[in-house]
């Protein structure tokens, strides 16, 4: 199928497409790597009378760091989020599950903004940077506003950016020396959506033990934070007996949905799974890093 008929702009400055989006509102849709937009325009599953292409806003596109915050332009393609030693070494959870997305020519085109915006249930970005406290800057005419991603992201491919808004930044706190990261999922396929997702991110005291736990998980609706299975690890020593009861508590708090590739019950067990493999790699990642 081909798109319906729509109006094209090109604007030059964010100030430019925020414009834009001043004038057009609801009937216009932002494109920057199209990687999800175009198949959903060929399919008419959505008909914006305009879109506006924001790929000559290269002032989008950065990685910065500062204050103990690394920045993210929206526009940054996810192939260098991927291939970044600044990202890795700031925020080394980016690094592990940027290449799970799809493919390599996709990740060459798609954006984090993009990517994060989608905001698909079984995507990568939004499950990340949820685990990470992450928080995004967007702009309109009406001026500028800082919302955390967990106020960002609802349920099935929505978000509470408005239609006048733009997506400047993404920023989250830098790794500290004690910390320690875990990503994991599982898809029939590479490159397929995943069944189930989970991200882990540890902060360990002098002693080993756990100071500040985040857990985020997927195989639903959206990216959950998994407080109960946070709350289970906080304060112990992570060893396997803990692990499990961590594992079972994630289970038990994830909300999944079935369908025709995996119902309901099988989607929980597996992100028990996946919560232990990514814990693993946490308590790994900082062993590694502390005896370099």
């Known amino acids: ?5 729509f109006a094209l702009d090109t604007p030059e400055s964010a100030s430019e497409a925020l414009a834009l989006l001043s004038a057009h509102g609801d009937s216009a849709k932002v494109i920057a790597g ?5 198949p959903m325009l060929n399919f008419r599953l959505v008909r914006p009378e305009r879109l506006i ?4 806003l290269d002032e989008l596109s950065y990685l910065r760091v500062a204050d103990g915050v690394l920045a993210i332009g929206a526009l ?3 192939h260098e989020i991927e291939t970044s030693p600044v990202v890795a070494k700031e925020a080394p959870l980016l690094t592990q599950a940027t290449p799970f997305i799809a493919h390599p020519s996709i990740r060459h085109r798609g954006t984090i903004g993009g990517s994060l915006l989608h905001n698909d249930p079984s995507a990568e970005y939004p499950l990340v940077l949820l685990c990470l406290d992450g928080e995004v800057e967007v702009a309109s005419t009406r001026g500028n506003r800082t919302i955390a991603l967990r ?4 349920p099935w491919f929505s978000t509470t950016l408005e239609p006048d808004e733009l997506l400047l930044e993404i920023r989250v706190p830098v790794a ?6 875990g990503f994991e ?7 397929d959506f995943a069944l189930a997702s989970v991200a882990v991110a540890l902060d360990f005291d002098g002693s080993g033990r756990v100071e500040r736990a985040a857990i985020t998980g997927t195989a639903g609706r959206l990216a959950q934070r998994l407080a109960g299975a946070e709350q289970a690890l906080i304060g112990e020593s992570p060893t396997e007996a803990v692990i499990r009861d961590v594992t079972s508590a994630a289970a038990a708090e994830i909300e999944p949905v079935g369908d025709i590739h995996a119902d309901e019950d099988y989607r929980r067990h597996l992100l028990g799974v996946l919560t232990g493999r990514a814990l693993r790699k ?3 990642d900082r062993a590694g890093s502390q005896e370099d």
């Open 1 to 5: 199928m081909k798109p319906a008929h």
């Open 34 to 38: 199209g990687q999800s937009l175009v």
């Open 53 to 56: 292409d924001i790929n000559r």
């Open 76 to 78: 940054t393609r996810q």
């Open 151 to 154: 106020d960002l992201i609802l």
């Open 176 to 181: 500290g020396e004690s910390s320690g990261f």
């Open 185 to 191: 999922e599982l898809a029939r396929r590479k490159g």
């Open 282 to 284: 946490a308590i790994g």
